[in-house]
């Protein structure tokens, strides 16, 4: 059984900064592709960032810049760094997982096996 546990998530003044940690377990860790989903309320699920087996990397237009997905293999955990953050950046953030993955990883939900039952980030302007 895959088990995805997010945390890090805040309420913080717009321009600010966070660090959200997703803790994997119940596999092996450098066999799963991952990535980073925001939905905010209304909203459809959106592809945030996303990091294959090797670290490559890709990212969402609206985070390009500001945001960056990282993987520490020694201790099974994704992080993504969230910098110069704006209203609009406010959801709930969920950490998935999956076996298979192009290049860079993949920010189409409906590929992801595992999910985390997601972290709440909130920016006030």
């Known amino acids: 059984q895959v088990l995805l546990v997010e945390s890090g998530g805040a309420t913080v003044q717009a321009g600010g900064s966070l660090r959200l940690s997703c803790a994997v377990s119940?596999?092996?860790?450098?066999?799963?592709?991952m990535a980073w989903f925001r939905q905010a309320p209304g909203e459809e699920r959106e592809g945030v960032a996303a990091?294959?087996?090797?670290?490559?990397?890709s990212y969402g237009d609206s985070v390009k810049g500001r945001f960056t997905i990282s993987r520490n293999n020694a201790v099974d955990t994704l992080d993504l760094w969230l910098n110069v953050l704006k209203p609009e950046d406010t959801g709930m953030y969920y950490c998935?997982?999956?076996?298979?993955?192009?290049?860079?990883?993949?920010?189409?939900?409906?590929?992801?096996?595992?999910w985390g039952q997601g972290t709440q980030v909130t920016v006030s302007s």
């Open positions: 990091i294959d087996h090797s670290g490559t990397t």
């Open positions: 998935a997982a999956r076996w298979v993955c192009p290049v860079g990883g993949s920010q189409d939900a409906n590929g992801y096996n595992f």
């Open positions: 119940g596999t092996t860790f450098t066999n799963l592709c």
